[in-house]
C-alpha cells in the first residue's frame, strides 16, 4: 500500500459494531460473526471506511464482554476464530479495514490469571498481576482506600482469605497491575496475535486508565466516581503520565508492520490532556467525547471544534467526531429533550424527549459531523435513525449499572437493543423468524428497519449514504483545513476546501443561505425561498 492509504485514519469514517446486537445469524438471539458477514454488504453500501467491533472473545458478559476471559479466542456464541478470520478477509475485499477493541486495564474474574491469583497466597507472583491488598482497620475489614467504582460501591472486594483487590468498574472486572512485566508481555504478545491475523488497529477501552499511583492513596471524593481526573492534577487512577509509556511500546509495535496498524484511544481526561495520547509516537486518534457531549448549541459547538483542531493539530494529529456509542444514550433521543447535552452518569430519562425534533437535529448533527475534517465514528442503528430505547423492562436490563447502582441507574441497555433489518414484527430480520433478542425490540419499530429506510427516499439511511458517498467525491471534503464563516447566532457555517460549505441552522427561525451557492444534500426540506429552517444543515457548492 502507498503512504497516502497508510494515513487512511487521518479522515476515515469508522462504524461501530456492538456485535451482540448486530444480526444474529444462527438465531440464539445473540449477535454474532455469522450475521455479520451476512450484513457486510449493508456496511459496504453505506460507505464506511473501516469498522470497530466491540469485544468478541470469550467473556462471561458481566458488563457485555468488556470482562475478558481470553484475549485471543472468540466468545463460542459469536463463532470461531475461523470465522473471525473469514470475516476479516471478506471485510477486505470489500474495502473495509477492521479494529477492534482490547481491554488492558482490568480482566474477567474469569480469566485464568485471576483464578490462579485467587488460589495462590498473598504475596504470590500471581496475585502481582493484579491490585491485591490489605485491608484497613483492625481486623482489615475495611477497604484499602476510598476509591468508588465506576459502576456504584467500593472499587475494591475482600476475597476469602481476607485480602482485597482492585475493580474501578465491576467486581468481575479485576484491575491489572502494569507495574508487572508480565503484564506488559502479555498484551503486547495479544496485540501481535490478532495483527498477524490482519486486522487493522485497536480501540483501546480505558487508555487512560492503566496506570495507577503504587501508594494507592485515598482521593476524598465523597461520591459516585467520575470518568475523568476533573478536578485533580495528579489523580491516582486516571491519566497518569506511566500510561504514556505503554503506550508508546504499543505504537512501536504497531509501526513495526509492514503495514502499519493503528490505535484509538478511549481516554476520558480533563480539557487540553487528550493531545498528549496522539504524540506522533503514541496513538493515532482518540475519541472526542467533548463533541458527544455537547450540547446541540452553535456557540458551545464552534468551541469544542476549535479547540479540537487546534490541541491535536499542534501534535499532529487530526481531530474525530462522534454523536453516540454503546455507552451512551442514543442522540436522536437526547436531541430532542430540552437539554441536550450528555448529563453523567447517562442523560436524564426524566426529561421527556421529542422524538421528531430528534430526529430533525439529529440528521443536521450528521451532516456537521461528516463536513468536520477528520474521522469520524458512526454508531450501529444511528444510520437507520434508532432512539434510545427508554421502557426496557427491568427484568430485562443486563448492565451492571442497574444492580450496582442498587436499581437507581437504569444503565446502558436502551442503547444497545438488537438492530431492526425488515418486517413488521419483532425480530425485525435480527435473528431468523422465531428469534428472542437477547433484549426486547419495541414492537412499533418497523418503520426504523434497513428494508423501511431503503424504500423511503427522504430517510436517515439514504441521508448517510449520500454523504459519505459525497465526502469521498469531494476534493474539498480530503483537507485538514475548516473556515468559518459570518453567520447569524445560534447557526454555523464554514467552508472547506475551494467551495464545499456547510451551514447548520440551531436557531429557532429560518436563516438566509449564503450567496452564490448550489445546495447539494440538506438535512431536510429547504422550500422555495433559500432559507435555511431550523434545526436543518445543508451542504452547499459555491458558484
Ligand atoms: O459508560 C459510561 C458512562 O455512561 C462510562 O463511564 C464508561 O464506563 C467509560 O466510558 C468506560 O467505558 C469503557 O470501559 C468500560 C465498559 O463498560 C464500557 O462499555 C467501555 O466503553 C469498562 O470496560
Not at 169 to 185: G, H, I, K, M, Y
Request: with cysteine; net charge negative.
Amino acid at each position: 500500500m502507498s503512504n497516502a492509504s497508510d494515513s487512511w485514519w487521518r479522515s476515515a469514517v469508522i462504524y461501530q459494531v456492538y456485535i451482540r446486537s448486530f444480526a444474529d445469524g444462527d438465531g440464539d438471539g445473540t449477535g454474532d460473526i455469522a450475521g455479520l458477514r451476512s450484513r457486510l454488504p449493508h456496511l459496504a453500501d453505506l460507505g464506511v471506511d473501516a469498522l470497530w467491533i466491540n469485544p468478541w472473545y470469550p467473556s462471561p458478559l458481566a458488563d457485555g464482554g468488556y470482562d475478558v476471559s481470553d484475549y485471543r479466542g472468540i466468545h463460542p456464541a459469536y463463532g470461531t476464530l475461523d470465522q473471525a478470520e473469514q470475516f476479516i478477509a471478506e471485510a477486505h475485499d470489500l474495502g473495509l479495514r477492521v479494529i477492534l477493541d482490547i481491554v488492558p486495564n482490568h480482566t474477567s474474574d474469569q480469566h485464568p490469571w485471576f483464578r490462579q491469583a485467587l488460589a495462590a497466597d498473598p504475596g504470590s507472583p500471581e496475585r502481582d498481576r493484579f491490585l491485591f491488598r490489605e485491608g484497613r482497620g483492625e481486623d482489615g475489614s475495611l477497604p484499602p482506600n476510598d476509591w468508588h467504582a465506576a459502576f456504584g460501591g467500593p472499587a475494591w472486594t475482600r476475597t476469602p482469605d481476607g485480602q482485597w483487590y482492585l475493580h474501578l468498574f465491576a467486581p468481575e472486572q479485576p484491575d491489572l497491575n502494569w507495574d508487572n512485566p508480565a503484564v506488559r508481555t502479555e498484551f503486547e504478545s495479544i496485540l501481535r496475535f490478532w495483527f498477524d491475523l490482519g486486522v487493522d488497529g485497536f480501540r483501546i477501552d480505558v487508555a487512560h486508565g492503566m496506570d495507577k499511583d503504587p501508594a494507592l492513596p485515598d482521593l476524598g471524593l465523597p461520591h459516585f466516581s467520575v470518568m475523568t481526573a476533573e478536578g485533580q492534577e495528579d489523580h491516582p487512577h486516571w491519566d497518569r503520565d506511566g500510561v504514556h509509556d505503554i503506550l508508546r511500546g504499543w505504537r512501536a509495535i504497531a509501526d513495526s508492520y509492514a503495514v502499519p496498524r493503528i490505535f484509538v484511544a478511549e481516554a476520558h481526561v480533563r480539557p487540553g490532556r487528550l493531545a498528549a495520547y496522539v504524540r506522533p509516537d503514541e496513538l493515532h486518534t482518540a475519541f472526542n467525547f467533548d463533541f458527544l457531549r455537547c450540547p446541540l448549541e452553535a456557540d458551545r459547538l464552534r468551541e469544542v471544534i476549535d479547540r479540537s483542531i487546534t490541541d491535536l493539530a499542534a501534535v499532529g494529529a487530526p481531530a474525530t467526531w462522534v454523536l453516540s456509542n454503546h455507552d451512551e444514550t442514543r442522540h436522536v433521543t437526547r436531541y430532542g429533550r430540552p437539554h441536550t447535552g450528555v448529563t453523567t452518569p447517562l442523560s436524564d430519562p426524566h426529561q421527556p424527549s421529542d422524538l421528531d425534533r430528534g430526529t430533525r437535529r439529529a440528521r443536521a448533527a450528521a451532516l456537521l459531523m461528516l463536513a468536520l475534517p477528520g474521522g469520524a465514528y458512526i454508531y450501529q442503528g444511528e444510520e437507520l435513525g434508532l432512539h434510545e430505547v427508554e421502557d426496557l423492562p427491568k427484568e430485562a436490563l443486563q448492565d451492571p449499572m442497574w444492580e450496582r447502582s442498587g436499581h437507581t441507574v437504569r444503565g446502558r441497555d436502551g442503547c444497545r437493543v438488537p438492530l431492526p433489518w425488515s418486517g413488521d414484527t419483532p425480530p425485525f430480520g435480527f435473528g431468523p423468524p422465531g428469534t428472542t433478542p437477547w433484549l426486547p425490540q419495541p414492537g412499533d419499530w418497523k418503520s426504523y428497519t434497513v428494508e423501511a429506510n431503503e424504500t423511503d427516499p427522504d430517510s436517515m439511511l439514504k441521508l448517510y449514504r449520500q454523504a459519505l458517498r459525497l465526502r469521498h467525491l469531494d476534493p474539498d471534503l480530503r483537507g485538514e483545513e475548516l473556515h468559518w464563516l459570518d453567520s447569524p447566532d445560534g447557526t454555523l457555517v464554514f467552508q472547506r476546501g475551494n467551495a464545499l460549505v456547510c451551514a447548520v441552522n440551531l436557531s429557532d427561525r429560518p436563516i438566509p443561505l449564503p450567496d452564490a451557492c448550489t445546495p447539494l444534500l440538506s438535512s431536510g426540506p429547504l422550500g422555495d425561498a433559500p432559507l435555511l429552517p431550523p434545526d436543518t444543515a445543508v451542504w452547499l457548492h459555491r458558484d
